[in-house]
Nanobody, 121 residues
Framework: QVQLAESGGGMVRTGGLLSLSCAAS????????MGWYRQSPGKPRELVGT???????TYADSVKGRLTISRDDAKNTVTLQMRSLTPEDTAVYYC???????????????WGQGTQVTVSS
């Protein structure tokens, strides 16, 4: 089993900073991409950004230049640093990872339980 545990959500004012972290634990062979998605009330879940196992970063256009993703493979963690936040960034943020649980096993998606980020005006 693979578990993803997020931490660091909360409330911040417009223009503020916030950092989220996600740690993968359990039994697995390798982690491919790690990243973040978010979902606002009444809207579908959307990509925030990902980082591949080789370090390739992908961001949604709406967050480019404001949000930064990094990963630490030694700790199996991925971090989302957010700045210049606006109320439009208010959402539940979900950690995501593509994980292989054993050699020659396919990559499967795993999700964290989500952490609330609220940006007040």
């Amino acid at each position: 089993q693979v578990q993803l545990a997020e931490s660091g959500g909360g409330m911040v004012r417009t223009g503020g900073l916030l950092s989220l972290s996600c740690a993968a634990s359990g039994s697995f062979f390798s982690i491919n991409s790690m990243g973040w998605y978010r979902q606002s009330p009444g809207k579908p879940r959307e990509l925030v950004g990902t980082v591949s196992s080789s370090g390739i970063l992908t961001y949604a256009d709406s967050v480019k230049g404001r949000l930064t993703i990094s990963r630490d493979d030694a700790k199996n963690t991925v971090t989302l640093q957010m700045r210049s936040l606006t109320p439009e960034d208010t959402a539940v943020y979900y950690c995501h990872a593509l994980v292989s649980t054993a050699r020659n096993k396919p990559l499967l998606p795993y999700w964290g339980q989500g952490t609330q980020v609220t940006v007040s005006s």
